[in-house]
Every structure is written in C-alpha cells, then in structure tokens.
C-alpha cells in the first residue's frame, strides 16, 4: 500500500473528508473497487490513509459537475474505511472501501484542500418484530433465487448472503448486487427503517426476478425445438417478450405505425382498405425473421404507394391545346385536328369514358410525341410502357403473391411511377407482343382497354380492383394487322402515314436543326444549314417515311461542325449541297427510274411496307421453252397469283394489243421482282405486272415517270387497293410524275397533303386497258373503258 508524504490534518470527530461518486452508490457492509481521478478526491484518500481515518462516499447529483458543491450532493451517504489502495503511472489512485455505516451531510466546510463536511452518523436500529424477520426470510430466499438465475456467480457469494442475519446487512448488501438505476439505488441508501428498506429490496428484487425467470422459460421453450439455423429466432423472441414484460415496443412496431399511416393517406375505397389493414394485422403478428415478413411489407408499399385518389383536374384550354400541338408538329392536320375534338369532349364531359387512340405509322412519324403533347395539354403526367417483345401475360397483368419475386404488372408499375390515377399512359409498339407458353398478352389488353371494363382491373399481385377508367390510354403500332382483331376493335385508329419532302424541309428547319446544334453543343449560328443542302439529304441520302434517319444524318453534319470550331479552323461552318459528299459520302439513293424503264418489259409499281411506301419495279422477258410463267424474287401466294392473271389477261387481250397470237408459242414467260432478299406479298401490284407483260409483248417500254398501283380481275377490272397515301409519298420521294390509280380509290387522294397533289398528276383506272393507253401509249382497238385524268 502506498501513501503520499502529506502532512495530516487532525480534523474535528464531526467532520470527515469526502469522497463525491459520479455514478457510484457504496452501502454498508459491501466491499467496493472505486477509481478517483480529480485532484480533491486524490487528497481525501491521502488524507484518511495518513490519519487513518473513515472517508465519505457521496453520490452527486449531476455526474457533469467537476467540483460539486452542497447542492449538488445527495445529503446520504456511507462512510468507508480504505482496505486497499494503488496508484497506477497515469497519476488515477484505485482503492477498495468497505461501507462501514450511514452518514447526513449537515454542512460543508471549507479551508482544506479536499472537500470537508460535517455529518451526521445514523445508527441502524433493527426492530425485533415478526414483521422484520419474516421479510428478512423471504428476503434471503429471493436473494438466492436471483443468484440461481444469474449466470457465472461465484459460489462465495452465496455462502455469503447465507451467513449474513443481520435484517440490514442482507438488506444492504442484497441492494448492491441488483442491477438497477443508479438514482433507485440511492433512495435505497436514504431508506433509514428498515422494515421500509426491506420491502423496497424486496419489490425490486421481485421485478428482476420476474424478468430473469422469463428469459430463462422463453429460452428453455425455444430451445427444445430450435436448430442451429433458429438461434437467431430465439434471440429475436427473447428481446420480444422483455421488451412487452417492460411495455416498450416490439421491434415491427414502427414499421407498422408507418404502414398504418400510409394507408390512411392513400384514400383507398372502403372495402380494399378494409382488405389492406388486415393483412397490416398479419404482418404485426409476424416475426420479423419470417420469409413471409418482406414479402408482406412489399406488398403493403405497394397498396400504399398506388394513386387511389382522383387528383384535381386542371381545366382543359382548348387554344393553350392548338398551341401546344402546332408548336410540337408540322403538318399532321387530320390528326391534330381530331386530337383537339378528342379534348373537347373530355372538357365538356371530364366524367366521360374517353375512347381509346391507336396511332399507326411507320418508325419516326411522331407517334411517340403525339401522345406527349397530349399530356402536356391536358396537364397530366405522362408515362410510356413498352410492349415490345412481351410475351408473357403476367407482364401486363401482374403475378401471384404465391410465386417468388412476385411483382405488379407493367400497367400498374407505370401508375405507380405517374403519380396519378388520371395519368396519359402511351402503349408503345402494341403491335410487337407475341403469344407464348406463359400466356398471350393481348388478352389481358382486352379488360385493360375495354371502357365498360377496366373500371375493376384486376391485377393478380394486388388481388383487389384498380379503377383505369380514368387513365387516358393513347396505343401506338406500326403495322395494325399484326395486332389481333378484339385488341384492334377497342381502340380507334388513327394513320400515320409518313411526311411529305416539304413536310420533311419544314421538320428540320424548325426543330431538328436547333435540337442537334444544341445536342452537340453549338450555338445557333455556328453552323448554318442551307435549304438546298437539306433538299439534297432528304432526296439522296434518305428513304424513310418519318424522319429518324434525316435527323441522323443532321446530326453528323452537326458533329462536322463541331469539330471544326472546336480545332480553331472556322467561327462559322456553312453546309450547302456541295458540302454534303465531303461530309456524308456519296449519294445513297439515285434515280434510276428513266434507266430502269427504257426498256420494255419494265414497270414501276407502288407498294406499302410497315416503314412507309415504297416503289417496286416489276421486270418480265421472254425466253425459249414450253409456255412456263418463271417467278423469281421471293414473291407471295398473293402475287403469283397475280402474276398469272396478268398474264393470262394479256393472253386474252393479244387481239387489242395488236400481239400476234405466235408470239406465245414455244416461249417461257420469266417476271422477276428485284431485291430478292426481300419477301414481297400482298393484292396491289396486278396492274403493274400487266403492264410489264403488255410492254413486253407490244415492244413499247412503259413511260418512265410513271407509277402505278391496283390489282386486276379476269374481266379486265382494276380493284381498289390500301395505303394510297403511302404510295403515293413513296412515288414523290422517287421523282414520279404520274401515279395510276384504281377509280375507286379516288376518295383516298383527300388523306394526301395539298402540296402533293397539286405537284403530280393522277390517272384514275376503270380497266387494265386504261393502264395500257396511260402508260405505254398503245392504241387499243377494242373500246372497253375510258381513263380519267386529274390534275390537281
């Protein structure tokens, strides 16, 4: 034992030093390791080591204050003798006190280099009464019974608390061994009766033990039909059940109240709410560690997170609507017009159920943007699903909770993402989804764009109706045939046809021009594209009805500039047509019709492809052999029958055309179609193929601005054929002049844009002889039809 060379003081019986303890309470009787580190504590051990004296041991009030005065002192204390003390190289002195008895602090006193105090000692006093010993009884039991709960307690220890009968001491020394506040073991300390004392140890004790037994039942319980996999489980169980003995909240219990909330704020119907909270009570009663625990709570987001309530609408500005639309589109008329109605009707009517558009067109007409617009002038979020390359229903309709990873469908993935139970959803390319073994995803499409229908959509991993009566559905497709006749018959179709080369000038000047100057970072004026110069692309570096292909191109003279201002070599780059060959290569496109018709046997005919129009030339000859018809060119069903009725129709007419009738003797008739990679079907290329055989025959070539469509019956009739709008754009973009078309198609020239129509010339046919005198300028002797020439 060590001791500091300090002269003692001799201090009245009355006072004593002190020692104040942050978080430390010494009762009597208890031996007792205690650490001091401030400087007036230092001094009171030095100075009872030197005098030999009883110290006091305080608690204080506020284990912040560094230098406590009486006010921040509990009044009782216990005074201690120091059995041992060690001063450790850090300068901390640890000592071992034994409480020997109870002390009031009357006053401090002061003059001493460590704090002083004059007390007050309190004798025990033990009652002999029943009372006292009986508690003192149950007291001891209790006390062995916490020992023979805790884990690791020294056998000492308990011979101890059985040699101990002194109602005080059991008490005091019971009162050190529990596991409780600090602040609860100082009112223990101030508890001078001791049949008071006794019942306080004894409730405290009561309350441990009662913890202690249940944690150990919870674990004896668990444990029988636990695995090594399940520790964790038992552990979660053991919290659970002391956090409800102790009234605090599970572990789920916030999660739950936020669940709880959330669903009071999404303004589901009664009864999916109704629904909903009790599966929120299925997920309280569930552990956490359960499997089944996250899918529920994912479950529960999603109800949550749905759009349930109807938004406030903002009024629809028809003007604002016009706008909007002739600001995002040149051209397009027709469709912007029957847009604006489309909008009327829902202003008049907001309650209405609004039918469903299906824009059809080739790649890059708009179709996409169209419904953006439409967004932005009703003022509602916009979101696009794609249905490309689906095949399996659940994709639009959702999977069974049963299975794993289960999710929502695209329809209500996309809600979710909108915001907005009133959404613009555009589904996109609905003409690419295919039938497979998890299902056809059409068939879903059918309740989903069914006005009288979709109302209580239901999807599978929801289980409960969702109304989309409210969504305003907007389809796109390229080709509508390849979309199955119920899906075709709820929706109403719109055509896209394709630009005209104006249209097409009129696009990059106003948009596609100053969107790629500022995708590649140039200003306005730094790189100027002349008109002749976009003419020059359109005409010989595109073939396409939209314009995705004209913009890409755009976008590499773009980067030409940009290249050139960013070197230093130019401020301002100018592009005419000149330029072009430098820039984008040589031409890829030429007009080859005036080559390709010289000849006879050489028609042009005018076909449509899910892309747009496009022309197609039709080339027959003659060779020696047994009277054959050769096809070549991968050509339909649909057009070699085509091909034999033309043939056998010019067979028929050989006396009109002046053809004598041994010209079919000992000859093989071979037609071939160009690009024969290509497969090529459908009914409108029978007056094209009847006037390359005629042309063949007669020796006269066809006029080679001409181009013509339609098909032909035995009769001589010419039929009406579809696409007439793309065929004759095609024909315009290739440099025809004069476009031969069915009588009966007349009523389809409105759908062509003006500019169009007054730049070419039409020939209406009632018979294939009208395509002969128009096209190769053969008389013929048998009257049979009159042509009808417009020029608009």
């Known amino acids: 034992m060590e001791q500091s060379a300090v002269t003692p003081f001799e201090l009245?019986?009355?006072?004593?030093?002190?020692?104040?303890?942050?978080?430390?309470?010494?009762?009597?009787?208890?031996?007792?390791?205690?650490?001091?580190?401030?400087?007036?504590?230092?001094?009171?051990?030095?100075?009872?080591?030197?005098?030999?004296?009883?110290?006091?041991?305080?608690?204080?009030?506020?284990?912040?204050?560094?230098?406590?005065?009486?006010?921040?002192?509990?009044?009782?204390?216990?005074l201690a003798n120091v059995v041992?003390?060690?001063?450790?190289?850090?300068?901390?002195?640890?000592?071992?006190?034994?409480?020997?008895?109870?002390?009031?602090?009357k006053e401090l006193v002061e003059g001493y280099p460590f704090i002083a105090a004059r007390i007050q000692r309190i004798p025990e006093t033990i009652p002999d009464t029943t009372q006292v010993e009986a508690l003192t009884?149950?007291?001891?039991?209790?006390?062995?019974?916490?020992?023979?709960?805790?884990?690791?307690?020294?056998a000492e220890l308990a011979h101890a608390l059985q040699a101990t009968r002194a109602p005080s001491d059991l008490a005091d020394i019971t009162a050190s061994l529990l596991d409780t506040e600090v602040a609860e073991k100082q009112a223990l300390l101030e508890t001078i009766d001791i049949e008071e004392r006794l019942h306080k140890v004894l409730q405290i004790l009561a309350r441990r033990i009662e913890v202690l037994r249940l944690s150990q039942?919870?674990?004896?319980?668990?444990?029988?039909?636990?695995?090594?996999?399940?520790?964790?489980?038992?552990?979660?169980?053991?919290?659970?059940?002391?956090?409800k003995e102790l009234g605090e909240e599970g572990e789920n219990e916030q999660e739950v109240a936020k669940l709880d909330e959330a669903i009071t704020a999404a303004g589901m119907p009664e009864d999916i709410e109704q629904q909903t909270r009790k599966e929120l009570q299925r997920l309280q009663r569930m552990p956490a560690a359960s499997s089944e625990f996250s899918m529920l709570h994912t479950y529960l987001e999603w109800m949550t997170e749905l759009p349930w309530k109807l938004p406030e609408e903002a009024p629809i500005n028809l003007d604002a609507a016009r706008s909007i639309l002739e600001?995002?589109?040149?051209?397009?008329?027709?469709?912007?017009?029957?847009?604006?109605?489309?909008?009327?009707?829902?202003?008049?009517?907001?309650?209405?159920r609004a039918p469903i558009l299906c824009f059809v067109g080739p790649p890059g007409v708009g179709k996409t943007s169209l419904g953006q617009s439409i967004a932005r002038a009703l003022q509602r979020p916009f979101v696009r699903v794609s249905l490309g390359g689906i095949h399996d229903e659940a994709e639009m309709r959702g999977h069974r909770r049963t299975y794993v990873g289960a999710m929502p469908g695209n329809i209500v993935q996309n809600l979710r993402k909108a915001g907005a139970r009133n959404c613009v959803m555009m589904l996109d390319e609905i003409d690419k989804m295919t039938a497979s073994a998890h299902g056809d995803p059409s068939a879903a499409l059918l309740e989903i764009l069914d006005p009288e229908q979709n109302a209580t959509f239901r999807d599978n991993y929801l289980g409960v109706p969702f109304d989309l009566s409210r969504v305003v559905f907007i389809a796109t497709a390229n080709v509508i045939d390849q979309v199955s006749p119920p899906v075709r018959d709820r929706m109403e179709i719109i055509d896209l046809p394709g630009y005209t080369s104006e249209e097409k000038l009129q696009i990059a000047q106003r948009y596609l021009v100053q969107r790629q100057s500022e995708a590649n970072g140039l200003q306005s004026n730094q790189c100027m594209l002349l008109p002749e110069a976009l003419q020059s692309i359109i005409a010989n570096y595109t073939r396409e009805a939209g314009v995705r292909q004209f913009e890409r191109e755009i976008s590499r003279i773009m980067r030409h500039a940009a290249l050139k201002i960013a070197q230093g070599e130019q401020q301002q780059v100018q592009i005419d047509a000149n330029n072009l060959t430098d820039i984008l290569g040589p031409e890829k496109y030429e007009h080859e019709l005036a080559l390709r018709t010289s000849l006879p046997g050489v028609a042009t005919g005018l076909a449509w492809t899910p892309v747009g129009g496009d022309i197609l030339f039709i080339e027959a000859t003659r060779v020696s052999g047994s009277g054959r018809l050769i096809l070549t060119g991968q050509l339909g069903d649909v057009m070699k029958e085509s091909a034999q009725a033309a043939l056998t129709l010019v067979k028929a007419r050989a006396g009109d055309l002046n053809i004598p009738a041994s010209m079919f003797d000992g000859i093989d008739v071979h037609l071939h179609v160009p690009a024969g990679a290509i497969p090529k079907d459908g009914p409108s290329a029978g007056v094209a193929m009847f006037t390359a055989l005629a042309s063949l025959f007669t020796n006269q070539p066809v006029r080679h601005d001409v181009a013509m469509t339609g098909e032909i019956?035995?009769?001589?009739?010419?039929?009406?054929?579809?696409?007439?709008?793309?065929?004759?754009?095609?024909?315009?973009?290739?440099?025809?002049?004069?476009v031969l078309l069915p009588a009966r198609n007349r009523k389809d020239l409105h759908d062509v844009p003006e500019a169009t129509r007054t730049a070419m010339q039409f020939v209406f046919l009632e018979t294939a002889d009208d395509a002969i005198q128009a096209a190769l300028d053969v008389s013929i002797n048998a009257s049979s039809g009159n042509s009808d020439q417009e020029s608009s």
């Open 12 to 78: 009245p019986a009355d006072i004593i030093a002190l020692v104040p303890m942050r978080n430390v309470v010494l009762f009597p009787h208890v031996v007792m390791p205690i650490t001091v580190g401030r400087a007036q504590s230092i001094a009171s051990i030095q100075h009872v080591l030197q005098a030999k004296t009883p110290v006091g041991i305080v608690l204080q009030k506020d284990p912040a204050i560094e230098e406590p005065g009486s006010d921040a002192l509990y009044p009782v204390g216990t």
């Open 217 to 243: 039942e919870i674990g004896e319980r668990t444990k029988e039909q636990m695995e090594d996999r399940e520790r964790k489980f038992l552990l979660r169980e053991q919290l659970k059940a002391i956090q």
């Open 137 to 154: 009884l149950q007291l001891r039991e209790r006390a062995m019974e916490i020992l023979s709960l805790l884990p690791g307690v020294p």
């Open 84 to 105: 041992r003390h060690i001063t450790s190289e850090d300068g901390t002195h640890h000592a071992i006190f034994l409480g020997v008895e109870r002390f009031r602090i």
């Open 713 to 738: 019956s035995l009769r001589g009739l010419v039929l009406p054929v579809g696409g007439i709008k793309e065929k004759i754009l095609a024909a315009q973009r290739a440099g025809i002049q004069t």
């Open 327 to 352: 600001t995002d589109h040149f051209g397009l008329e027709r469709i912007k017009q029957r847009i604006i109605e489309f909008l009327a009707v829902q202003k008049l009517k907001p309650q209405g």
